[in-house]
Each structure stands twice: as C-alpha cells, then as structure tokens.
C-alpha cells in the first residue's frame, strides 16, 4: 500500500498541474484534478490486486509492482515534476542544464522499470513453469 500512496500522491502532483495548465487555454471541467485523480486511484488499486491474485509467489509480486511502480515514484516522477517546474525558463543555461539532468534520470528510471520489468515477469515464469519434485 506504501506504494500504492506513493503513486498517488506523485499522479496527482502531475494531473492538478496538467488541468490547470488546461483550464488556462480553454473552457475545461472544473472537476479535471478530482476526476483525474480518482481515476488513477480505481486504475492503480486494481493493478496492485491484480498483481497480488494472479501471482502466487509474495517476493515475485513484490518485484514487480517494485520495479514498475518503485521506479516511477523514485524516478520519472520527481524529475518530471521538476521538469514542470522549471520549464518556464528554459532559455536560461542553467534551466537547460537541469532539464537535461531531468531527461537523463527520467530515461534511466525508464530503463531500470524495463529491465527490472523483465526480469520480474521472466521470474514468475520460471516459477510457473517449475513443477513440484515428488518425494
């Protein structure tokens, strides 16, 4: 559930300042960051529970929901909030300098949420696919 909040929280940081950004350009639903919000909480519970029903193996679930969730909420998500906040003046050296750093860790985070992705699903696989010894 820890990173159940954790994504929330990093979503809808994102969403409230996309709808504001929104409702500026043109008339928008006033409810975008309540509507927004809950649907990122319906869409993230019901893949954490997907998750924990259909895999059987405790530290296999963990991986998983670790390295898709875990790398976004400490990677692609601060930097991207960053980014939003700094974006506006992207003329300026050092602004261009931080979006740069900003880009690079939200690629990495990226990767590492692929590769660890991978790995994660090829070991339930394994786990799967492993039938019990008979003594």
């Not at 960051?33 to 893949?47: E, L, N, Q």
């Not at 991986?63 to 980014?83: E, M």
């Not at 985070?109 to 991978?118: D, K, N, S």
Request: hydrophobic fraction near 50%; proline fraction near 2%; aromatic fraction near 8%.
């Amino acid at each position: 559930m820890i990173v159940h909040s954790s994504f929330l929280i990093s979503t809808n940081r994102v969403w409230r300042h996309k709808c504001a950004e929104l409702r500026r350009r043109s008339q928008f639903v006033n409810h975008c960051s309540r509507i927004s919000s809950t649907i990122a909480d319906k869409f993230s519970f019901v893949f954490v529970v997907a998750i924990a029903v259909s895999v059987p193996q405790l530290g296999n679930s963990i991986a998983l929901v670790g390295s898709l969730a875990g790398s976004a909420v400490l990677f692609v998500f601060p930097a991207l909030l960053h980014l939003l906040v700094v974006w506006k003046d992207r003329d300026l050296l050092a602004t261009r300098l931080a979006i740069a750093k900003d880009i690079f860790i939200m690629v990495i985070g990226t990767l590492g949420a692929i590769v660890g992705t991978y790995e994660s699903i090829a070991a339930i696989i394994r786990n799967y696919n492993v039938s019990p010894t008979k003594t």
